[in-house]
């Protein structure tokens, strides 16, 4: 008998064990369940969220360049634009940033504010959230900005890596290696090298149409027309 007695207690305290493990086998499996459905309410709003956002900036974007696109757009009309992108480059969503960035900075140097123009596109090409062709372009842009007055040591370095990076903006790299060769006081040398790109861009399969047609035109000046 007292064997007997023994083993149901055994047996039921295995059970309460088994018992109390399932309950909190259930809590943990409950409150799994609960932060998997908190998370994906979260996750879920955030991307609404950044949907919205996105839309709004894109709407606010063209909206300014619809206004500058007007002939008859004013002064008023210039500087509102002109603090939307402002505003977009500084806080707006990734998809719109550098886009705004980059009006900006186009603005910028239209009205002469050289210094600011350079600051504005060398956010765009240190922007790593940004497409590398933005980021490309704004490194063009400001190479091509100081191409007349910047010494062409200083210079060259980037047209060197946009042109052997390939893409939208080589050939343009490379035209603007033939601008620091054929500045005035051009060795016979940098003579050379300039027909040699200009020659490598005219047989260009990725160089655009007026690229060659420019590149072709510089040659003729050389005698070395195609």
């Given amino acids: 008998m007292a064997d007997d007695f023994i083993t149901q207690v055994n047996e039921e305290m295995q059970a309460q064990r088994l018992r109390a493990m399932a309950r909190r ?6 409150v799994v369940a609960v932060i998997g459905a908190i998370g994906g309410g979260v996750w879920g709003w955030n991307s609404h ?10 709407a606010r974007y063209f909206t300014a360049t619809t206004a500058l696109s007007d002939p008859k757009h004013d002064a008023a009309a ?26 900006l900075a186009d603005l910028q140097s239209q009205a002469g504010q050289t210094d600011a123009a350079l600051k504005t596109w060398q956010g765009v090409a240190d ?25 062409p040591k200083t210079l060259r370095p980037g047209y060197e890596a946009l042109a052997q990076g390939g893409g939208a903006w080589a050939s343009l790299a490379q035209e603007g ?7 005035a006081g051009a060795t016979a040398d ?37």
């Fill in 25 to 30: 086998i259930g809590a943990v499996v409950g």
């Fill in 49 to 58: 969220a950044r949907h919205a956002a996105q839309q709004a900036a894109s």
């Fill in 78 to 103: 210039t500087q509102k634009a002109t603090a939307t992108f402002q505003d977009l480059a500084e806080h707006g969503p990734v998809g719109v940033r550098s886009y705004a960035a980059l009006r």
């Fill in 127 to 151: 922007d790593n959230a940004a497409e590398p062709a933005l980021r490309d372009m704004a490194r063009y842009m400001s190479l091509n900005a100081r191409t007349a007055s910047a010494d």
């Fill in 177 to 183: 290696l033939v601008a620091l060769d054929l500045r």
């Fill in 190 to 226: 940098q003579q050379k090298e300039a027909r040699r790109i200009l020659t490598q861009i005219v047989g260009s399969e990725n160089a655009t149409e007026g690229v060659r047609a420019r590149a072709q035109a510089l040659l003729e000046t050389f005698g070395d027309a195609g």
